[in-house]
C-alpha cells in the first residue's frame, strides 16, 4: 500500500475517541455557560470535510458585551466586509451575512448562548463557501445599527433599548476578564458613548417664500407641495422612528437660503439630510423619481438641474466646482450615495406598488450648493415631475404626498440601520 494510504488509516483508527469526547466537552460547557456582560464564542471543531477556502477574507473573532440599554455584537474580520442585514421573524432573529469571508479552516460552525434580556443566541456558519452567516436570536429588541470600522475591521452590531435590564450577576462579572477565544483574539471593541440627546434627522423642504421653484401647468407651486411632504415624514418619523428628533429646515412659506439650511442641519449635528423637491422639463411627459447625491463627475443634465436648484448659471456652478472640489471629504460622498440609492430603491419600490407607472429614474451625482455644504450624509429627492400634468394632479392629493413619505421612511430606516454614520 502507498505510504500515504497508510498514514490515513492510522489517523483514522487514532480518531475514534474524538467524537464522544467532543459530545461530552460539548455537554459540559453548554450547561455551565455562565452570563457574563462580555463573552466571547467557543466554537465547535469541524468535521472531516471542510469547505473549500475561495474568500477573500477570514473570521477573525466574534464577541457580545451588554449593559442595561444595549446588546453588542462585535464581529472582527481580515479585511474590509459589506456586511447583509436582514430582520426575520417567528422567529425573531437578525441574519448578518459576511460575503467574501471564510471561517478558520478548523471551525464551521459555532454558537454561544447569551440570554442578556435582547439577545438569545449567536451562531456562525460557513453556509456559503464565499459566505459566513451570523444569525442573532433575538427575545427582545426595539431596534438596532449597524456600524463598521477598520484598522481592525469590525462590525459592531447593536440592538437597542428594551425595557428588559442585564441580570446583577452579568453586572458583577464585567469585573472579570473575558474566556479566551481558540480564534486568535483581538481586543474588544467598545462603541464612542452616545450623546444623551437624541440623534438628528433634518429634513429640508426646497425653495419658499418668494422663491416658488418649479410651477405644474395648473398653477401648483413646488415650495407647496414640497414642504407638505416634509411634514408628512415628519409625522412618521416620530410615530415610527421615536428614538429620532426631526429638525425641518422651514415649516411654513419663508424663504431660507441655501447656506442657512446646510448651517441648520449642522448646528444641529444632524445624522442625514433629506432635502425634498419637485422636479420640472421643458417635455411634459417626463415623469418619475430620482435621488441625487453630491458629486463633481456630473452629467450635463445633472449639472442644468444642479444649476436651477442652486439659483445660478452653469458658468458659475462650474467656478463653484472648481472651488469646492478639493475641499470634499471623500467618506461623506460615499455613505451619501448610499443614502441616495437606499432611499431611491425604497421609494421607488413603495410609489410603484401603489401607483402603476411611476418611474424609477434611478441615482446621480451632481453639484448641489445645500448638499455641499452640510457635514453629514446628504440626498435630494425629487419626487416627481410637477411640470407633468398626471403627476401634478398626484401631487396635488393627501394620500400621494404620505405615500412618498413612507417610501422616504422606508429608505432612512433601511440606511440608519446598515451604515455606520459618524457623530459629531
Not at 126 to 151: C, F, G, H, P, W
Amino acid at each position: 500500500m502507498h505510504p500515504a494510504g497508510q498514514t490515513h488509516r492510522r489517523a483514522n483508527q487514532h480518531g475514534y475517541w474524538v467524537v464522544p469526547t467532543l459530545a461530552l466537552v460539548l455537554m459540559f460547557f453548554g450547561c455551565t455557560a455562565s452570563r457574563t456582560t462580555r463573552q466571547v464564542l467557543a466554537p465547535l471543531r469541524a468535521p472531516a470535510s471542510v469547505l473549500p477556502v475561495t474568500a477573500t477574507y477570514r473570521l477573525e473573532d466574534i464577541r457580545s458585551a451588554s449593559s442595561p440599554d444595549t446588546t453588542q455584537v462585535i464581529i472582527t474580520m481580515s479585511g474590509p466586509v459589506q456586511p447583509l442585514v436582514q430582520r426575520l421573524s417567528q422567529p425573531e432573529r437578525l441574519v448578518i451575512g459576511l460575503p467574501e469571508t471564510r471561517l478558520p479552516p478548523q471551525w464551521t460552525q459555532y454558537n454561544v448562548p447569551v440570554s442578556d434580556g435582547r439577545l438569545l443566541m449567536i451562531q456562525v456558519t460557513q453556509n456559503q463557501a464565499k459566505m459566513v452567516q451570523v444569525t442573532l436570536a433575538l427575545r427582545a429588541m426595539q431596534d438596532y445599527r449597524i456600524a463598521m470600522q477598520s484598522a481592525p475591521h469590525r462590525v459592531t452590531v447593536e440592538l437597542l433599548d428594551t425595557v428588559t435590564t442585564v441580570p446583577p450577576s452579568a453586572r458583577t462579572a464585567q469585573k472579570s476578564p473575558p474566556r479566551a477565544s481558540p480564534i486568535e483574539p483581538s481586543a474588544p471593541a467598545t462603541l464612542a458613548p452616545r450623546a444623551h440627546r437624541m440623534p438628528v434627522i433634518c429634513i429640508d423642504p426646497g425653495h419658499g417664500g418668494h422663491d416658488p421653484g418649479a410651477l405644474g401647468p395648473t398653477g401648483l407651486e413646488e415650495k407647496t407641495v414640497v414642504l407638505q411632504v416634509a411634514k408628512e415624514l415628519r409625522q412618521l418619523i416620530q410615530q415610527e422612528m421615536p428614538q429620532y428628533r426631526v429638525v425641518l429646515t422651514r415649516d411654513q412659506d419663508i424663504f431660507v437660503p441655501l447656506a442657512e439650511r446646510a448651517r441648520m442641519a449642522n448646528e444641529q449635528q444632524a445624522q442625514v439630510f433629506i432635502s425634498i423637491h419637485a422636479n420640472s422639463s421643458p417635455h411634459r411627459e417626463a415623469s418619475g423619481i430620482e435621488t441625487w447625491y453630491l458629486s463633481f463627475a456630473a452629467s450635463a443634465r445633472a449639472k442644468k438641474i444642479a444649476a436651477r436648484e442652486n439659483m445660478m448659471s452653469e458658468q458659475q456652478l462650474s467656478t463653484l466646482e472648481l472651488i469646492l472640489r478639493d475641499l470634499h471629504e471623500t467618506d461623506r460622498i460615499n455613505q451619501s450615495a448610499v443614502l441616495a440609492q437606499s432611499t431611491q430603491s425604497a421609494l421607488a419600490e413603495h410609489m410603484a406598488a401603489h401607483y402603476p407607472g411611476v418611474l424609477p429614474r434611478g441615482v446621480e451625482g451632481a453639484p448641489f450648493a445645500v448638499l455641499h455644504r452640510t457635514t453629514m450624509p446628504s440626498v435630494l429627492v425629487e419626487t416627481a415631475f410637477i411640470s407633468n400634468p398626471q403627476e401634478e394632479a398626484r401631487l396635488r392629493t393627501t394620500q400621494y404626498q404620505r405615500a412618498l413619505a413612507k417610501g422616504m421612511l422606508r429608505g432612512l430606516r433601511q440606511f440608519l440601520q446598515t451604515t455606520v454614520v459618524a457623530m459629531h
